[in-house]
């Protein structure tokens, strides 16, 4: 349906996919459009990653390999965008993976989950309880999972969320591409970089990885320079738009 | 559903209209995402309408005003965000009104020609033909609607057509949040500005525009100054967004 020689081609085959994720129920409507949000997000990063992203990346990597309990927190955005790159990082990375959804239906829990093991995922199940701080119907979570880990990487996430689990003591890792969000500039750690390609970068960084360079790369996180340093690749972009 | 203490209210509650038109198949689910897309430019504009942009929506009047045959073009984006604004544009410019969609189908025509009409717009109708210089499915309109006007002000457009429609020599007036887009670059004129803003000020320009500050308004007009001014709002806010 979309030509080949558009110029815009890949990002509007993407959004046919995930239009299509809608249509079976995996991500939701309002998920469709926060991925336009984020793809705006992408064009100004030149839609490739940051040297200070790659750096983040790995940072990520030391952070699971590090942390005693890490939980990758799934949404439909994250299913429908990369199925296929969650096993890889959980195995690298030892992590659990728990299905975490904004717009919250038992129905979508179920379809992520079977979408994330036919790609190899091992998911936590259980019954979920109102464990995290929330004033609304956000709350809900694995008491084996995000509730009792001490790290959690979760991609895309929402401002109030990432809040919430901050205000746990947690650490979180975010993979957002707005570094103005609010869940950019709570989380522990930011990776500023489109999913697909940060999340291949974090479990290519995990085996190679020792105990002292993750150390020293968690001793030396500045989350402000990695949300100011995308900032600027976003400012050039804008200077040089015209020339 | 959205909790009223959300930060982002305003923006998830557009979020859930514009759902709602598409589970009612008058916004495509591609539209869904390209709406996104324009709320992280909207973001970084401070959610609120430019100098510049004010003088980009006095100069579109103009250009309305001034044409042979103006036409408006709406799409499926258009008509969620502002199907009741296009009613009052259409009698302050005396533009017609033509749906014309990227996702083209029968039905969705037809739905977004009722809604329009539910808002007092009287819209075009007729048979389509492909009548525009673009190599695939895109290149339908109305032989006495887009193909035959002088003006065209069509909101959150694709590039490719942007482009056709300039190929064919007819003067392009775009509302387009995205200064880097081809079609904010390769329009007559572009409103960086959101749409329901820009809208309603295009509007109430006209009956204020006599035949002499028109006729200025349009000799002054210079696109690329617009484009540039508009990313300099968001790289100020870029610069100053940690501080």
Redesign the interface.
Known sequence: ?I?K????YRS?VV??R??EF??EGVL???G??????????D??LGESTSESARLAERTAAAMLLLARKPVISVNGNTAALAADQIAPLQQASGALVEVNLFHRTEERIEKITRLLEANGVSVLSGSRERLLPL??GRAWCLRDGIFSADLVLVPLED??RCAALRQMGKDVVTVDL???S?TA?NATLTVVDELTRALPEITRSCPEIGKEEALKLVADLDN?YF??AA?DV??E???H??D
Request: glycine share 6%; net charge positive.
């Open positions: 349906m030509p020689e558009h110029p815009r509007l959004r046919e995930l239009a809608a249509r939701s409507l309002e469709l459009t926060a991925h336009g949000r984020g793809e705006a997000f064009y100004l004033p609304h401002g109030d707005n570094p103005l609010r500039r402000d949300l100011r900032m976003m400012k972009r804008l200077a738009a015209l």
